[in-house]
């Protein structure tokens, strides 16, 4: 186990555990009493045994003893199993309990992390910790309740009955011989484990060389490479090889080291036994009794070095979904309680300064966006758009400076009230695999029909929808692979005004799409930002020349700001954008 997972004090687990104590109490209780008549069940046969001994002849139907002794007998057979299932009644709903408990949590505590957080995690990652750690929490409680706990009680019963039956050596013996079997299976099977991981890796790199060669094959032969190809993945299987071999044979070595103190043990008490029932001491019955104790816990046993393995796996598992739980979440949502009374739009950015982890990407910008206005942000490629857009839709604080919302700070402004004054277009808009409508209403889930009606319009929709046989109810594939780009885009303009923002950003919303398509967007554009402040980033310049004002963005500050005529006569960085993009258009 990698000792940093010992940071993570899994403390925290108690209070999942808190809410089911009654469950547990029973299930613990059951687990007992199963285990007092699993270790009194072997009593009765001997008892049986003693009986059949010494009343050879006697008749079964009429014999009070030996029918009570029967009865007995079979009550304890059945004691231990209908105990069983008690116990695993009353564990189930602690087991899943938690379990679900601990996934609702986590789900929680995810939407919560800051996107950076999220755009460090490798994608698939994040769910397979979480899956790995929950399913962990069940098998660990499997294990001590039906295998550790039990196994570790009938030990101390047997060794106390049988130190209350017998001459103290008896019990002192079977304990003796079951934990030397434990620490044996536990230690070896380490051992062993080494080599199997050293086959399994050996196995997978071996096959991965084979299916990059027959991948890139062509590129194989083109180099005369076969030999070389050839060689490594020999050596990799020889590797292989060896672990294996070394695997299986220290397992052999295992199970006779397994035997071999069982047999010692056995051994030594029947010794013992055979000379005391010899003298008359003990009988047949005692014999039956102290062997079956040694067989009947080494059977449970025999599966530790599994289950020990199984539980080291799972505490890391365990510690590593865990580091979520103690990542930091974010501040952002307990801090803003501030509601604007009547939101007007106006937007501004004061000396602020950004970096990603020490990389620059704001460095003192400012700018003042007038409510109600149509502006654009344009400037070179990594200037720092798209981070103002990041910066105001809260998903990063500034390291200096400030965001204001009609001269609000946007972080004291209330979150219910801020994402419905806002609304963004980005450039490649994730939908729902769901249908339109509820894509729409993704936007305002209280949305009424006309509103979406509206939204739908807003957006240049109305004769896509006409067309679909489905309408709004057209499901549109895993993240809207069912319709084309430009559809796309509008379904996400229409879910950015249905819920009617005093500010409407679009970041490069266009860039992904053919002329035409751009053309119906910006359409939609133009329709939807009237009454509101709209804000358009965009590296297409003859999208944005109408603008009320332009901002002309370069290495994280603002380098002039205009109508486009203005921005063109003062003949700065603009102007040149401009020619630019001009001659890149002529040439198409
Ligand atoms: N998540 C990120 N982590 C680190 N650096 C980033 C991240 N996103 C953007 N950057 C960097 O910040 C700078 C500004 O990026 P961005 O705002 O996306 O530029 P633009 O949208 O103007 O092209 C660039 O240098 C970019 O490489
Ligand atoms: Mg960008």
Same mark, same amino acid.
């Given at each position: 186990?990698?000792?940093?997972? $010992? ?8 209070? !999942?555990?808190?809410? !089911? ?12 009493? /199963?285990?007092?008549? &699993?270790?009194? *069940?072997? =009593? ?19 014999? +009070? ?16 199993? %209908? ?80 130190? =209350? ?24 099977? *380490?051992?062993?484990?080494? =080599? ?18 027959? =991948? ?13 190809? +050839? +060689? ?46 010899? &003298? ?30 199984? %539980? ?45 982890? /020490? ?13 109600? #206005? ?25 390291? +200096?400076? /400030? ?15 801020? !994402?419905? %004054? ?15 409508? $509820? ?10 029909? #006309? ?30 692979? #069912?319709? /084309?780009?430009?559809? #796309? ?25 053919? &002329? *035409?398509?751009?053309? *119906? ?31 002309? %963005? ?35």
């Amino acid at each position: 186990m990698n000792s940093n997972h $010992q940071d993570y004090n899994l403390s925290y687990l108690k209070r !999942y555990f808190q809410q !089911y104590v009654p469950h547990i109490v029973l299930t613990i209780l059951f687990l007992i009493v /199963s285990r007092v008549a &699993a270790t009194a *069940e072997p =009593y009765f046969l001997k008892r049986i045994i003693d009986f059949i001994t010494q009343n050879q002849g006697a008749a079964l139907a009429n014999n +009070q003893e030996i029918i009570a002794l029967l009865g007995i007998y079979f009550l304890t057979r059945t004691g231990a199993f %209908i105990f069983d299932f008690l116990r695993d009644y009353f564990l189930a709903p602690v087991q899943m309990g938690v379990g679900r408990d601990v996934a609702r949590d986590l789900f929680q505590k995810l939407l919560r992390l800051p996107i950076s957080y999220h755009h460090d995690q490798k994608t698939g990652s994040l769910a397979r910790r979480i899956a790995r750690g929950a399913q962990s929490i069940n098998f660990l409680l499997d294990f001590a309740v039906i295998n550790i706990l039990p196994t570790l009680l009938e030990l101390l019963f047997v060794t106390g009955f049988l130190i =209350y039956l017998y001459p103290v050596r008896y019990g002192v013996i079977t304990f003796l011989t079951v934990v030397l079997y434990a620490i044996f299976t536990v230690l070896t099977t *380490e051992i062993r484990q080494k =080599y199997r991981l050293a086959a399994n890796v050996a196995d997978d790199e071996a096959s991965g060389i084979q299916i990059e060669t027959v =991948y890139n094959i062509e590129t194989v032969k083109i180099f005369g490479n076969e030999q070389m190809q +050839q +060689q490594r993945f020999a050596d990799k299987i020889k590797e292989w090889f060896w672990a294996s071999v070394r695997s299986n044979q220290l397992f052999a070595a295992i199970s006779a080291g397994q035997s071999l103190i069982l047999t010692i043990g056995f051994g030594v008490i029947i010794y013992f036994a055979i000379s005391e029932a010899l &003298a008359g001491v003990l009988t047949i019955g005692d014999l039956v009794l102290l062997t079956t104790y040694v067989v009947r816990l080494a059977v449970p046993i025999s599966a530790l070095g599994f289950v020990y393995r199984r %539980i080291k796996d799972g505490i890391t598992d365990l510690s590593e979904m865990s580091k979520i739980f103690y990542e930091q979440a974010d501040s952002i949502e307990a801090i803003g309680n501030y509601t604007l009374d009547k939101p007007r739009g106006q937007v501004s950015f004061r000396h602020v300064e950004f970096d990603y982890k /020490s990389r620059p990407a704001l460095r003192g910008l400012t700018l003042d966006i007038p409510a109600g #206005k149509r502006v654009a942000i344009v400037g070179p490629s990594g200037a720092g758009k798209s981070t103002i857009v990041r910066l105001l839709f809260r998903l990063y604080r500034p390291k +200096q400076g /400030s965001v204001c919302i009609d001269e609000v700070s946007i972080f004291d402004i209330k979150k219910d009230q801020y !994402y419905d %004054i806002i609304a963004l277009v980005p450039q490649e808009s994730m939908l729902f695999n769901d249908t339109i409508e $509820q894509n729409i209403r993704f936007g305002k889930p209280e949305a009424s029909q #006309k509103e979406i009606e509206d939204a739908v319009r807003l957006a240049n929709l109305t004769d896509l929808i006409k067309r679909l046989p489905d309408g709004l109810n057209t499901v549109v594939g895993e993240r809207g692979v #069912k319709l /084309s780009g430009g559809e #796309k885009q509008r379904v996400a303009i229409a879910r950015a005004v249905v819920k009617q923002p005093k500010i409407l950003v679009f970041d490069e919303a266009t860039s992904n799409l053919d &002329a *035409e398509a751009e053309q *119906e967007i910006i359409g939609a554009i133009r329709k939807a930002s009237a009454g509101r402040t709209t804000i358009s980033i965009a590296h297409r310049l003859s999208t944005i020349i109408d603008s009320d004002i332009i901002f002309v %963005i370069d290495k994280g500050k603002l380098v002039e700001s205009g109508t486009h005529k203005e921005l063109l006569e003062s003949n700065g960085l603009y102007a040149r954008l401009w020619a630019t993009y001009q001659r890149i258009h002529q040439t198409i």
